[in-house]
């Protein structure tokens, strides 16, 4: 475990996603929440000081994970387990279509 990615909005550094031995964490930075007008990452993970935590991957990053065609290109070029959902985050959404992406730490 101990996998971890950063996430942007509009290329904005907004928070940090985790791998635990309990699930998954998600946090937005400090330094974001501060800035003026910080945008939330998705309606389900309001603006908070608070770490997100949860059993399963949110379902707004499971949801930037591609499909289809496309996902059994990303299995096959990357070798990652389609069961892998933080794995293939990691690997597919450093350019996502729309406001979020993220990058691997």
Known sequence: MGRA????????RAGTIKETDDGYEF?????Y???????PVSL????TQEIYRSKTLFS????????????QVVER?????????FGLLLVT????????RLEAL
Request: glycine share 10%; hydrophobic share 35%; net charge negative.
């Open 77 to 85: 070029n990357w070798k990652i387990d389609g069961k892998d959902r």
């Open 93 to 100: 959404c450093s350019d996502c279509i729309g406001d979020v």
């Open 5 to 12: 990615g950063k996430v942007f909005v509009q290329n904005k």
């Open 44 to 47: 389900t993970l309001p603006l």
């Open 27 to 31: 946090s937005y930075d400090k330094d």
């Open 33 to 39: 929440l501060t800035m003026e007008n910080p945008l």
């Open 60 to 71: 707004f990053f499971d949801g930037l994970i591609p499909e289809g065609w496309l996902l």
